[in-house]
């Protein structure tokens, strides 16, 4: 079942008139491995969700491994944890 929390990422938010996705993939222990593993996945997701529009990918991690920040940052990936967010994400183009 999906679950929704609120998560406060303290930083700037803009705001504009254009659609935007994000994806996040949320794991209790995130390890370089599923970062990858999710990098792998992700255009598969965006091609079967038809998105058309401008996307943000983002892990979530509990608690984060050594190595995930530089993996998901390798990626263009945004890192959050319960501190906050760790690394932003970069602006993916859509795979529609």
């Not at 938010?13 to 995130?30: D, W």
């Not at 892990?59 to 501190?83: I, N």
Request: charged share 25%; proline share 6%.
């Amino acid at each position: 079942s999906c679950r929704c929390r609120h998560l406060p990422v303290p930083g700037l938010l803009q705001v504009s008139c254009r659609p935007t996705t994000v994806i996040i993939e949320a794991k209790t222990r995130l390890r370089p491995a599923d970062v990858r593993r999710f990098a792998a996945n992700l255009n598969g997701l965006l091609v079967d969700a038809q998105v058309a529009e401008r996307c943000f990918a983002y892990v979530y991690g509990l608690r984060l491994y050594a190595g995930s920040v530089d993996a998901a940052r390798e990626f263009g990936f945004g890192v959050l944890c319960p501190d906050g967010e760790r690394a932003p994400a970069v602006e993916r183009a859509s795979a529609a």
